[in-house]
């Protein structure tokens, strides 16, 4: 007969014996660096210092199987397909309440129902909501003020973040079975959930053409987006050794504006870069270079999708290929051998989908929205390691893969591929 201590701890005591423990390893990282615990004040720190990264992926993960299995399954079930939280962030984002409410201070639900056109009643009712989900509080009777998260929001670029999800995203995701059954297996960008939540419209590039208070509202949420610590430069800075390239010239594909190119020149002197868009994105861009790195850096109005005309050591594609379906993905991938020269490189700065459980249950959720996202939006989709290779070698025999790295708290990778004219 087993004795108790063969038993097995039930997992709610597991799970909260690991945030437990979790917190307590977070505390000496907290005490060692003198930094602040999380709060909601508005004041609170954006982030926790990198060394309790562990820690915290363990706390979250811990807390939210904790928490979900608190609750009995029908309101588990109710919970996961809830929608009605994002009619109070769409309010917040389409009526840009985070403005309305000073910092440190207080307004009342009277002063933003006279600025937003709607009723009191109404404002309160959204916005009673949204405070369940951390946005704002509720200081003093009627009167609301910020938490960290909505004094956020009063920045635009972030409201403009924030309002992706409510305006753009969960409508196309509504739509998303619907395309399937009507476009089965379409790889084209207008044959989408997109289009159909947009009146068939067409792709979401012709749509942001027609509108471009969407374009405008879709560009200012995904430069938000590209700052996000797992999105960040430093996935493709620091996931890489661009200093194996020595004295080289690197072509950004689809590089918009440089930030990614400003970033590689101040840390790598050696190289020196070419940032290829379209003509409406590159104009004017040189004049936003730090003067040190004119000369460096210059641009270039390229189409990807036509022959590529710049003979480099390198090629950077980042968040290129997963915005298109295969069929378009070969289209790029060999346009670019028209200027290969043997042992070029292609470094794609992308998601690369882990098997599952590899990383913690928060991040992949996140990751896995973002597949079921580009394909919505797009027809597209977040790949593996096996997609990826498959792609590349269905693109062109000669793209031979080298290699995948990663940096700690990145959600994108480096896939190191090489053109090997004698494959």
Known sequence: MPSFKDVPLPRVVELAATVSNSVAKLEQVLSAKGAPWPSFDEDAPDSLPKEATDAQNAVIDAAAELYDLMLDPLTLVYKNSAGYHLTGIQAIGRYEIASMVPAGGMVSYGEIAKKTGLS?????????????????????????????????????????????????????????????????????????????????????????????????????????????????LSSAVDGYDWSALGRAQVVDVGGSQGSMAVALAKRYPELSLVVQDTPEVVEGADATLPSELRGRISFMAHDF??????????????????????????????????????GAKILINEICLSTPGAIPAHLERDIRSHDLGMRALF?????????????????????????????????????????????
Request: glycine share 4%.
């Open 120 to 232: 009191e009643h109404i404002v309160r009712r959204l916005l009673r909501h949204a405070m369940t989900l951390r946005f704002f509080c509720e200081p003093q009777p009627g009167m609301v003020a910020h938490t960290k998260a909505s004094k956020l929001l009063s920045r635009p670029e972030i409201n403009s973040f924030m309002s992706f999800n409510p305006e753009i995203g969960w409508p196309s995701a509504l739509k998303l079975l619907d395309a399937l059954e009507k476009w089965p297996e379409s790889q084209e960008p207008d044959e989408t959930a997109f289009s159909l939540a947009n009146n068939n419209e067409g792709s979401v590039y012709e749509v942001f053409a027609r509108y471009p208070e969407k374009a405008l509202r879709f560009a200012a949420g995904m430069s938000t987006f590209a700052v996000l610590p797992s999105f960040g």
């Open 379 to 423: 027809n597209a989709q977040e790949r593996d390691l096996q997609e990826w290779k498959d792609l590349l070698a269905a693109a062109d025999r000669r793209f031979v893969f080298q290699g995948i790295s990663q940096v700690p708290r990145s959600a994108l990778a480096v896939i190191e591929v090489i053109w090997d004219e004698n494959a």
């Open 305 to 342: 999708f036509k022959s590529q005309t710049v003979r480099a050591d390198a090629y950077l594609l980042r968040t290129i290929l997963h915005n298109w379906s295969d069929k378009y993905c070969f289209l790029i991938l060999r346009a670019l051998v028209p200027a290969l020269k043997h």
